[in-house]
């Protein structure tokens, strides 16, 4: 099994190329998607997806991002995961932010590690929103029990140190917190950051249930390149 | 350790961190139990930095305005603010922790000058990042970092300024987190920074506390400082916080109160998580972090320290606004009364005294003057020839 999930940067390039690469995943089935919505201050990504939120946040806010997301979820028919910064959820109040995305299937948070999570997965869990904790190469064997035995959807594996846009590696102490993560582990464990085409999908598949690409999908799109792309992938 | 002042507080970054700030933790713990390391420190704070610093009579200042004012003279530390306070013990710190690169943040330059300078005196190599805006109008510290070793990395992304700066410093932090110690400048981001920072500033307030009573054999009623992120004003508060002392913390009002043209976070904000922290914060309705606007780039953000949001919430500390043209006033009013030359940030606490004096008639009040002003004087031509 080897589970293809494709992040999006929500609205963007425009509203109407956003929907049409949304519409290509659901042709090219892929397991899931996540929407990333835009915050002015994202220090987990790399440049390129920087840019992009930047570009949309000059026209939208996030009830534009939510109605898109809604959209998003009529066209797509595996699972649907929003990607943001706390603050994007905290600014809006927790209550009401979950209230209004009760459709997708998770919340990955880039800026929320586990040990504050608490707060906001009480909220989730009220309205049947999962939250997607993190397992990274800083992660130790304790950290990865703790959130292996807390999860209940799939685990992220940040693949390097670093920002979002990076080149793909695992290296050997990082492929075996892989390993450890998904020994026993009753959710898939899926590799995320710096994957950019099928040999590093291959690669990450050794050893995980499966990736998502980000930032090259996003370069894709935004090139035109997307429909190809996502074809080279399957 | 707790992580949290009340509500505020916390550790919102990525989960790469994490491990990294706990590590923190743990060195800051025996590092404040370790005799040495105390001893080096103080010896440094003295022979090299030039502490204890004076507390000083502004004779002038007080007769033209009715009240009584010390001032705390940070200007005078080497380097010319309270920021070396704080560098000195981070990289002791660092050090302690076998770290051996140094990675910071800086908006009006004086905490990369700080960084750099600690940098050099323990041969760590030091990056320093700072907004393209920044670099523009404090370029005198730019060159002095250069001179001390550092190599300073321009942000042109974002506002540009020290909001930016932090953005790209948290970014090097997360891939070079095993060898790097991210010596962050103001008493802000995740816990333990908060901790750490107000626990190297304190020496402020400790001193300014003996200094006052010796030279008055009695308390100030008011405390006064300028408040950016909040390290100067955690520092000198924190020798006072006890006592029944009036505390005010001066932020930047800018041009107008207007979101975008102000960084009066605690007088105008509401809660929310930047740069680690859940704390006041500017922001717009949907929770995008706002455009802050000061003629000083040390004050010049959208956050603050958690702690002083506590101090707020609990109302242990006042917090104002202090606008551009107020404190451009008491720049120049205090350098012609006294002879002093401040900061443009510390101006703002100057000019929040000076336009409140029916306020403190005939109190004595104790201002901190976190820096001096000689990195602003391109600002202050520029604006000269535009007459302002
Ligand atoms: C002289 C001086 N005072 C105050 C500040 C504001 O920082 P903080 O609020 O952390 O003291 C700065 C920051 O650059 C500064 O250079």
């Known amino acids: 099994m080897c589970k293809k999930g494709i992040y999006l940067v929500c609205d963007y390039p425009t509203k109407d190329s956003f929907f049409e690469a949304v519409r290509v995943c659901d042709d090219f089935n892929m397991d899931f998607l996540e929407i990333g ?19 949309v946040l000059k026209k939208e806010n996030v ?3 939510i109605e898109s997301t809604k959209e998003v979820k009529k066209l797509f028919r595996n699972k649907l995961y929003i990607m943001t910064y706390a603050n994007i959820v905290f600014g809006c109040g927790m209550e009401k932010f979950a209230a209004a995305v009760g459709f997708v299937d998770g919340l990955i948070i880039a800026d929320l590690p586990y040990i504050e999570s608490r707060r906001l997965k009480n909220v989730l869990n009220k309205y049947g929103i999962n939250l997607i904790h993190f397992v990274t190469p800083e992660s130790s064997c304790a950290d990865i029990d703790k959130i292996k035995k807390s ?25 075996k917190k892989v390993i450890y993560t998904k020994q026993n582990s009753k959710n898939d464990v899926i590799v995320g950051f710096g994957i950019q085409n099928k040999d590093d999908i291959k690669e990450a598949c050794r050893y995980a249930d499966g990736v998502v690409i980000g930032t090259q999908a996003v370069k894709n799109l935004k090139s035109g390149d997307f429909y190809s792309f996502v074809r080279d992938l399957v | 350790m707790k992580r949290y002042f009340g509500e505020y507080g916390g550790q919102f970054v990525p989960e790469t961190l994490m491990r990294a700030l ?10 404040k139990k370790n005799m040495d390391a105390k001893k080096e420190l103080e010896y440094y704070q003295k022979n090299y930095a030039g502490r204890q610093t004076p507390l000083y009579y502004a004779k002038n200042l007080s007769s033209r305005i009715g009240c009584r004012v010390y001032l705390k003279r940070e200007d005078l530390l080497h380097t010319g603010a309270h920021k070396l306070n704080n560098t000195l013990g981070q990289i002791l710190l660092a050090k302690f922790m076998g770290k051996k690169r140094i990675i910071a943040e800086t908006g009006a330059g004086q905490h990369g000058v700080a960084t750099a300078t600690a940098a050099a005196l323990l041969g760590m190599e030091c990056v320093v990042y700072m907004g393209k805006k920044d670099m523009e109008r404090q370029s005198p510290n ?3 970092m250069k001179l001390l070793g550092a190599e300073v990395v321009s942000v042109e992304k974002g506002s540009m300024t020290l909001k930016s700066a932090i953005n790209e410093t948290l970014r090097d932090w997360v891939k070079n987190v095993q060898t790097t110690h991210y010596l962050l400048g103001s008493a802000v981001g995740p816990h333990p920074f908060p901790v750490i920072v107000k626990y190297f500033q304190e020496v402020i307030g400790k001193e300014a506390r003996k200094q006052i009573l010796k030279a008055e054999s009695r308390l100030p009623d008011s405390v006064v400082a300028c408040v950016g992120g909040g390290s100067n004003a955690i520092g000198i508060f924190s020798g006072f916080v006890k006592d029944s002392v ?7 009002g800018g041009e107008s109160l207007e ?14 998580i930047l740069h680690g922290a859940l704390s006041y914060l500017l922001q717009d309705e949907y929770g995008q972090v706002a ?18 949001s506590y101090l707020k919430d609990i109302g242990r500390v006042r917090y104002d606004a202090c606008f551009d043209n107020e404190a451009l006033e008491a720049f120049r009013l205090l350098s012609r009364l006294e002879g002093i030359i401040p900061a443009l940030e510390s101006s703002h606490a100057v000019g929040y005294v000076i336009k409140h004096s029916e306020l403190f008639k005939d109190k004595l009040v104790l201002i901190n003057l976190s820096g001096r002003g000689d990195k602003d004087l391109g600002i202050i031509a520029s604006l000269e020839e535009k007459n302002v």
Request: glycine share 12%.
């Open chain 1, 37 to 55: 919505f835009p915050f002015s201050d994202p220090v987990a990504d790399g440049s390129i997806i920087e840019s992009a939120a930047f570009d």
């Open chain 1, 63 to 65: 009830n534009n991002f």
């Open chain 1, 151 to 175: 999860s209940n959807d799939f685990i992220y594996f940040v693949s390097t140190r670093g920002i979002t846009g990076g080149a793909f590696s695992l290296d050997d102490e990082t492929r």
């Open chain 2, 22 to 31: 706990s590590e923190l933790e743990e060195a800051f713990l025996n590092f």
């Open chain 2, 142 to 144: 730019v060159e002095r």
């Open chain 2, 246 to 252: 009036d505390m005010i913390g001066v932020e930047a």
């Open chain 2, 259 to 272: 979101l975008g043209k102000h960084s009066a976070t605690l007088t105008m904000g509401r809660p929310g």
């Open chain 2, 291 to 308: 455009d802050v606007h000061s003629i000083s780039a040390g004050l010049d953000y959208p956050g603050v320290g958690p702690e002083h």
